[in-house]
């Protein structure tokens, strides 16, 4: 049995929030030199993170926006020392925390190349002898000698990507690389990402996306405000983190079914920020016939009403997303779909009406958003789990209906033998 | 400890190094792992001199006008239209050999107090010992500067002055400005990220010591009773050292030469201390 390759115990880090207490001199002595440290300011950006990684393995590591995880790589690269814990790491480091970190704009590729490499860790000579290898990565042949600054911003990422990857380190630190790039070189990338595991070492990197971390990661971490909530397997990693993201689970074990329909979300929190002036200030799960209800039937009707209160949204959308207990995207009704509607303002109510339920489930989550349609869509407000509501299959398939784990859509078919 | 070995044959009998992160933060001098990055100290170097000379004969070329601009103001107002004294050499030459160990001064001060500022993009992305920073920055000043002392011997050459073996101690003589300039840019580079006031400060320093050395003027003018404390000014003996080397002027060597020179020594030693002390914060300060 070999030692791990890296073994992080009881590892945490606090900032100390400069803002309160009197005068700013008196704040940046404080930072400084850690004198009248009060406990009201300090902040813990991450806490008491334990993790054991054996050579060879890939973990993701997943959280939202301001969970830690980049405060977690940025410690163990070693740009910034931790308060408490420690973190051995048994091997050569090679780190990506940021992609083209190091690049100056006026040196070639090549050169640039030549002198990420070496911030990088790599000694000179490696990085000549490989020097063919990340260019033909990269795809920039016939750019190699043209400062980089004359790159677009898709050659810059591919370049920078490369030299990361070529990197003979034992630990490679990967912050969200895998958002760069079109989709062939995301291929390249895992398929790289993939052969660097293989050749046994550790790999650790940081992702928004929880499919990447499934496809490509053998353990999982799941990070949420600074807390390790979550260890395990890739999968079920993903699995808790989307319920994490989507605040699935949040209601508790109560009967749907006996909560009431209609559901203030003005204070609720933001999808993926916060809402200073929320938009959507409710929801109401009807019947066709206008009861309030959360309970469903497939192939019945079923109307979405969602209160909003804005100034002037000139060309609104709202979306509907279904969601399963895992945070599977089931269904997305945009309102864009049928026609454009008119332009809200003051307080009012919109509507979603689906003719006929196709899906069924103990339990569907419901998402919220609306936003401008400018060039793009442009979201100006959501809410995760704005209600849920039970649909069920009842006889909609008949009376012999389908045994657990069939999916969640339910179709009709006609059979014969023809 | 025991140390692992991978199973693959290309890292067949390679021992693991072994990197420990944890809070507490030593109080070495952190020359070891200058060392051991030494070549990533080389690229750096490279860096910041291929992308100062990439505009190549523009760049060379400001930066030998520049100090010879302000040759010619100090040489109207204070050789021509004051007349200060300047002890029987031609006054552009006795101003220049002032100048330039102080122009180095300053420029490493400026550029090794500024270092973890500048540098915040990557040192806030990458791990490398920081103290490369200054480091590199120092010595790409010293090169610069280095193309302004030739412009020195030219014009000395020009005015009948033939510098006699005494110059090739004039690179000794240039580590006295950069030591000192790097002691006050290493105790305050960490601060520096936060306290960006500090700047100011440095300025208002810089300027007082441009006067309070003799380059415009000549030591002579100086009351004696001040002498011994005038000459503590590590930059006053860089200048009677370049005097002495590439003009022939008389040098004297009293002690507080050997005071200055402990002073320059205890400033750089402690300033390595508190910069590999601070600079880990600085990351977060910033």
Not at chain 1, 387 to 394: F, G, P
Request: charged share 20%.
């Amino acid at each position: 049995m070999s030692q791990p390759s890296v073994s992080v115990t009881g590892l945490g880090k606090s900032y100390r929030l400069p803002h309160r207490g009197a005068g700013q001199f008196r704040a940046h002595l404080k930072e400084f030199f850690g004198l009248m440290v009060d406990e009201n300011d300090v902040f813990w950006a991450l806490r008491e993170i334990d993790l054991e990684l054996a050579p060879g393995d890939i973990i993701g590591i997943l959280g939202k926006n301001g969970s830690g995880k980049s405060t977690f790589l940025k410690l163990l690269s070693g740009v910034t020392a931790p308060t408490t814990g420690r973190a051995v790491l048994r091997g050569r480091i090679g780190s990506l925390l940021e992609v083209g970190a190091g690049f100056h704009p006026d040196l070639t590729g090549r050169e640039n190349i030549l002198m990420n490499g070496s911030l990088l860790g790599m000694a000179q000579q490696e990085i000549r002898s490989r020097l063919d290898e990340i260019i033909d990565f990269a795809g920039i042949e016939p750019f190699i000698d043209v400062p980089v600054k004359r790159y677009s911003s898709g050659m810059y990422v591919r370049l920078a990507y490369a030299v990361a990857s070529h990197l003979d380190t034992d630990i490679l630190i990967l912050d969200e690389v895998l958002a760069v790039g079109d989709a062939e070189f995301r291929m390249k990338s895992l398929d790289n990402m993939e052969r660097i595991a293989r050749g046994g070492r550790t790999i650790l990197f940081v992702s928004h996306s929880p499919q990447s971390v499934t496809n490509l990661c053998s353990t999982g971490m799941v990070l949420s405000a600074g807390r390790q909530v979550f260890l395990g397997s890739a999968r079920e990693a993903s699995t808790h983190y989307m319920q994490l993201v989507h605040r699935i689970g949040e209601t508790g074990s109560t009967d749907i079914a006996q909560m009431p329909a209609l559901v203030d979300i003005r204070e609720r929190e933001g999808f993926d920020r916060a809402r200073p002036e929320p938009v959507l200030t409710s929801i109401e799960t009807l019947r066709m016939d206008g009861t309030s209800t959360r309970q469903f039937r497939t192939g019945e009707g079923m109307r979405i009403r969602i209160g909003y209160r804005t100034t002037l949204m000139p060309a609104p959308y709202f979306t509907v997303f279904f969601l399963d207990t895992n945070g599977n995207r089931v269904m997305t009704l945009y309102s864009t779909h049928s026609s454009h509607l008119a332009s809200i303002r003051d307080r009012g109510f919109v509507e979603c009406v689906i003719p006929e339920l196709r899906i069924y489930g103990e339990e569907f989550s419901i998402m919220v958003e609306c936003g401008l349609i400018s060039r793009q869509l442009e979201s100006v407000d959501c809410v995760p789990n704005a209600t849920n509501v039970r649909i069920e299959l009842d006889d909609y398939l008949g009376a012999a209906g389908l045994v657990s784990n069939q999916g969640v859509v339910a179709q009709r078919s006609a059979w014969a033998i023809v | 400890m025991s140390e692992i070995v991978l199973p693959t044959d290309a890292n067949a009998d390679r021992h693991l190094q072994e990197t420990i992160v944890e809070s507490t933060h030593g109080w070495g001098l952190g020359l070891v792992q200058v060392w051991q990055y030494r070549e990533l100290l080389r690229v750096l170097l490279w860096r910041g001199l291929a992308v100062r000379y990439r505009q190549m004969a523009l760049g060379v070329l400001w930066m030998i006008l520049e100090p010879l601009a302000q040759i010619g103001i100090m040489f109207v107002i204070f050789g021509l239209v004051l007349r200060l004294p300047s002890e029987g050499f031609p006054y552009p030459l006795f101003v220049f050999s002032g100048l330039v160990p102080f122009l180095l001064f300053r420029k490493a001060l400026d550029s090794s107090a500024d270092c973890l500022r500048e540098n915040m993009g990557l040192i806030s992305k990458v791990y490398f010992p920081r103290l490369l920073l200054p480091i590199s920055a120092v010595v790409r000043d010293a090169v610069d500067v280095t193309v302004n002392l030739l412009v020195l011997i030219l014009l000395s050459l020009t005015y009948g002055y033939i510098p006699g073996p005494a110059v090739l101690l004039l690179p000794f003589v240039m580590l006295i400005p950069i030591l000192a300039a790097m002691g006050i840019g290493l105790w305050t580079a960490s601060l520096l990220v936060r306290l960006r006031d500090l700047r100011h400060l440095i300025g208002i320093g810089v300027q007082i010591l441009m006067y309070g050395s003799p380059i415009i003027y000549s030591p002579a003018q100086v009351p004696a009773a001040l002498m011994p404390y005038y000459q503590l000014n590590p930059i006053y003996w860089s200048i009677a050292f370049f005097r002495w080397a590439l003009l022939g002027r008389e040098l004297i060597i009293t002690p507080q030469f050997y005071i200055s020179l402990a002073l320059v020594i205890a400033l750089s030693i402690s300033g390595l201390f508190i910069f590999n002390r601070f600079e880990r914060m600085s990351v977060d300060v910033q």
